[in-house]
Structure formats: C-alpha cells, structure tokens
C-alpha cells in the first residue's frame, strides 16, 4: 500500500517523527509536531520551527487516536533556545521519560530529558542538557536484561558533521558531511540507572555492509542520516535509520544493541516530502511501521503520521507485504 493511501492518524495538527510505544497494553505515539512559518526551505531546517510536544494513544491501530495536549512546551526548558525536534520516550522503574533535541541558546543541538509519573504526560525538563550530548534525534531502547541505550544523531542540519572532532565545529558545518571515506555514524550510549545521564563514553554505531565492508560516506542510497530506531525480533537487534537525501527508510541487524551491523535492507520507498522518519513496534501480535509524509498539506515542513503494518520473511527480513 502506498503512503498516500493510508489515513493520517490524526488531522486536527501537524504530527512528524513518530515515536511508537506500548505501555501498559497501550499504543503511545511522542511525535514533533510541526507548525506554520513563514520561513523558507533551507538545509539548515530553520523551518522546522516546532515548539511543544503533544502524545497521542490508541487502543489499538485503526481505533479513535487521543490527543493528551502539550506534554512539554519550549518555554519550559531552561536551557533551549529554540526547533523541539524528533522525540522518544521510554519507561523505566514506574517513570516515564521523554528525550528530546533541541538548539541550546548558542544554537548548538543538544539532547534533553524530562519526566513524568504517567505516560502521557506532562513531563517536567531536567534543568541542563544531558551531559556529553549532541546532535539530533533521540531514540532510546530498553533491552530484556533493563539496560537502557540512547542513539541519535543527523547530520545537515542535526550537526553531526560538526562534532567529527570530539568539540563543536561550526565551520565544518559548511561541508555538510564527508564526501569520502567511511559515512558518518550514528551514536549510542548507554543510560545510567535513572535515566538522566549518559553512563559510560559515547559510541559510533557502525554499519557493514553485506561484504563485512563500513558502508561509503558516497553511498547515499544505504548510509545513515538521520532517525535512528532500535528494536529487537526473534533475539536480534534491528537498527533502522533515513537515508535522508535519498529518502528511503533502511535498516541493519546485529547481535549487540550497540552493533555492529549488517546493512539489511530498505523498509520504505520514498514518501511525498523530504523527509523521512520512522519507529517499529510490535502491538497485540502484529508489528506496525509508524512514519510521516506531507499528503494533508504539501509542504516539506507540515507534516501528518501514519501507519501500516510490516512483516518478517523466514529470513528475518523486513517486508511491507506478507511473503
């Protein structure tokens, strides 16, 4: 089924980025939601202008979808200046927790964290940044044994291009990302116990390709950009990602949750828009693919959720139609 096919999961504002999640039984989505601006298209995604976040819920997929209102706003984090990216959530010891990027009031992407005693929020920001973040797109995985990890990372306008160095670079801004060598990896770490911290050094999330070889930084069609997702099936770990430019959604599979990886395949096509950002959950039995396009408004910058259904061949492989 094509993405235009499928009905957006709510129409009443724009949603992007969604983060899906069950807890409880139930089906939790942390999305960006995205707002009107008179600011025009540029790789910096200044138009991206977002600044609170709402959680929607459902029973089930296909059923009515709540709107719980803003669970955290921009003007109540201390530290961010300004563009409440892509979000996750998790669970951990009866708290939930909200991870979010945000531009620091140095116009540097940072990662926050904020808490709540309910899934839906509202969630109260921790007072700074977590410490040793950067870049964009926080997505957090708790695996079976309670360890926590958080991945992130995008470059153009996420910045990881800029951090290359273990500091902040503006100028490398300007080169956008590596036109040769190894591509540009993604990050993980692990969280402390409270989940408010990083506990430990951050990591490179290195993918291979099928051949045991670091994927190109000139192969856009496979490399990472932007919208790191972890989720397990049958024992493994599957590392799905954009591919941003290209615009497809991609995914790689290893035995640890921080890798390496082995390219696997494409998930989806491109969509209508540019971009292209995803989660994978599995609810009642059947696992969803929740993603975004911009078929409610034509506008790269106003965006609407959606979700189909996914499957796994004998192989573990990925496929949106039943084999």
């Known amino acids: 089924m094509a993405s235009t096919d499928i009905k957006p999961l709510v129409t009443h504002i724009f949603t992007a980025d969604p983060s899906a999640h069950v807890f409880s039984g139930k089906l939790y989505v942390y999305p960006s939601h995205d707002v009107s601006t008179d600011i025009k298209d540029n790789d910096n995604g200044d138009q991206y202008a977002m600044n609170d976040y709402h959680v929607l819920s459902m029973e089930e997929v296909g059923g009515p979808v709540t709107d719980h209102g ?7 984090i201390p530290w961010a200046g300004k563009q409440l990216w ?7 010891d009866g708290k939930y927790y909200l991870f979010f990027p945000a531009r620091d009031k140095e116009g540097v992407f940072r990662i926050g964290v904020a808490v709540s005693d309910v899934p839906e929020g509202p969630f109260k920001p921790e007072p700074e940044p977590i410490e040793g973040s950067f870049s964009i797109d926080p997505a957090s995985f708790v695996d079976d044994d309670g360890e926590a990890y958080l991945y992130f990372g995008g470059i ?9 160095s273990g500091e902040f ?3 490398a801004y300007s080169g956008m990302e590596a036109q040769s060598g190894n591509a540009l990896y993604p990050k993980v770490a692990k969280l402390s116990k409270d989940m408010l911290s990083f506990d430990g050094v951050v990591q490179d999330v290195i993918i291979f390709d099928k051949e045991g070889q670091p994927l190109a930084a000139s192969d856009h069609d496979r490399r990472f950009f932007e919208a790191a997702w972890m989720h397990k099936y049958n024992g493994k770990y ?3 990602y954009s591919t941003g430019d290209t615009h497809y959604l991609c995914y790689a599979v290893g035995d640890n949750p921080i890798g390496p990886f082995t390219y696997g395949g494409r998930i989806l096509e491109p969509v209508q828009g540019w971009t292209t950002h995803h989660s994978i959950v599995e609810h009642k039995g059947k696992w969803y693919l929740f993603h975004h396009d911009t078929s409610l408004s034509g506008k790269n910058h106003l965006r609407c959720v959606k979700v189909t259904e996914i499957f796994y061949n004998k192989d573990g492989e990925i496929k949106v139609t039943p084999s």
């Open 70 to 76: 803003v669970a955290l706003a921009l003007e109540e």
């Open 86 to 92: 892509a979000p996750d959530a998790a669970t951990r």
């Open 156 to 164: 153009w306008g996420g910045q990881l291009q800029c951090w290359t």
């Open 169 to 171: 670079d503006k100028a």
């Open 238 to 240: 599957y590392f799905s």
